[in-house]
């Protein structure tokens, strides 16, 4: 396809700009063109000049032999070459350097489509391959030893997701069991002394924190690997409101104020997981917040995202380690070491859920204390809804 001149320039251009490995080949290409032909430029004035020289000598008078007219030709022939060959390698290395870009072009294409397809393959789409055609070669080779990586990755990531899920299944049997055990005895007519009354009440709460603690495996597996299930139009607005009702207990305990500019803010996905993603951020921020502490809830419309921004006050915290709050199993301090209700998976699993509806979840250490999040999602229309999902 022809292309106007500025296109190629800028093209051109901005590979140089890059210093990419076509712009290296092309000027080892172009560097070993000058070489060689500086090279055979000497051989050929060498031996030039030598057969002039000799026919020059032996056509000049003998006695005496001085300059003469034979002698003078020789040298302005033997500058005449010099000139023009020079000019013809300088025009030729400009020429071998153009054919250089494209040859390198050439050479490197398939590595710019390997390179492509890669970026596009996530986590959510190992099955796909590069499946790169072409002659057996060390550029076959390596798209082949990409795609055996990529299915070595997609059968380990369905191994971990049957691990989790099957070890959570397998787990949930006997922690039943375990509570219908504690359920009967205390349901016994004749009683039980206090001291059973105290332990059993103790055995149930380890109980509860064991299923929340398997109900959040099973989130946070299902978030990784972009499982959403159905989706739907979710308003914001709405799950906010929810949380907040499931926390009016410890709000009050706490004394905890309130500021919430609820909007008609509504984004695409799963309602569950969503839900769940932002009762997690609630909860986190009444359970590490102080007492008459502040939690403060606002939205915003960054173009086509929307962006949740929950502030909350609390323990005071180090801005280069907040990040890690998102990691599982992360808790930073003294007062986020974590109890019988928490067991670090809340925001890990709020990070995995705002990736898998192509969101972000940001941390920040606020100035005077406690932590800022703010989690980016794609903000939708009914219009936007995927075919096929309601």
């Known amino acids: 396809m022809w292309q106007p001149p500025a296109t190629i320039v ?3 251009r901005r590979g140089l700009t890059a210093r990419s490995v076509r712009v290296r080949l092309t000027a080892l290409y172009g560097s070993l063109f000058l070489l060689c032909g500086a090279a055979l430029l000497a051989i050929t004035y060498m031996l030039v000049s030598r057969a002039t020289a000799i026919r020059a000598v032996e056509g000049s008078p003998a006695h005496p032999p001085g300059p003469g007219a034979v002698v003078h030709t020789h040298l302005v022939d033997l500058h005449q070459l010099l000139v023009q060959s020079g000019i013809a390698l300088a025009i030729m290395t400009v020429i071998s350097g153009v054919l250089g870009w494209v ?54 990531f369905d191994a971990q997701r049957r691990f989790v899920a099957n070890a959570s299944h397998e787990m949930r049997s006997p922690l ?17 002394p206090a001291r059973l009354r105290a ?18 495996f099973l989130v946070l597996s299902r978030a990784e690997h972009g499982e959403l299930g159905e989706q739907s139009l979710v308003a914001l607005e709405a799950l906010v409101s929810a949380a907040l009702a499931t926390q ?39 359970r590490h917040n102080r007492p008459r ?6 939205y915003e419309r960054d173009g086509e995202q929307t962006w949740l921004l929950i502030d909350s006050t609390g323990p005071v915290l180090d801005e280069d380690r907040v990040a890690q709050l998102a990691q599982p199993f992360k808790r930073l301090g003294r ?6 209700t ?9 990070a995995a859920i705002a990736a898998a509806h192509h969101g972000r979840l940001e941390l920040h250490a606020r100035e005077q204390e406690g932590l800022s999040v703010r989690i980016a999602l794609p903000a939708a229309t009914l219009a936007e809804l995927p075919a096929g999902r309601t």
Do not use: Y
């Open 293 to 298: 502490g502040l939690i403060d809830i606002a």
């Open 335 to 340: 007062d986020r070491t974590g109890s019988h």
């Open 342 to 350: 928490g067991h670090g998976l809340g925001l890990s699993i709020v």
């Open 103 to 156: 040859v390198a072009g050439r050479v490197l294409s398939p590595l710019r489509t390997i390179t492509a397809r890669t970026r596009r393959i996530s986590k959510e789409s190992l099955h796909d391959r590069l499946a790169l055609p072409g002659p057996r070669d060390e550029l076959k080779d390596l798209a082949d030893t990409i795609d055996d990586l990529l299915a070595r990755l997609e059968a380990a």
């Open 10 to 12: 800028e093209r051109i």
């Open 199 to 216: 332990l059993e009440a103790g055995l149930i709460e380890d109980l509860d924190h064991a299923e929340r603690l398997l109900e959040s």
């Open 176 to 192: 039943t069991v375990m509570r219908t055990t504690l359920e009967v005895a205390a349901a016994k007519p004749e009683g039980a």
């Open 248 to 286: 009016a207990e410890e709000l009050a305990a706490k004394e905890i104020e309130v500021r919430a500019a609820l909007t008609d803010a509504r984004v695409v996905g799963s309602e569950t997981l969503l839900a769940r993603m932002v009762g997690n951020v609630i909860e986190n921020a009444v």
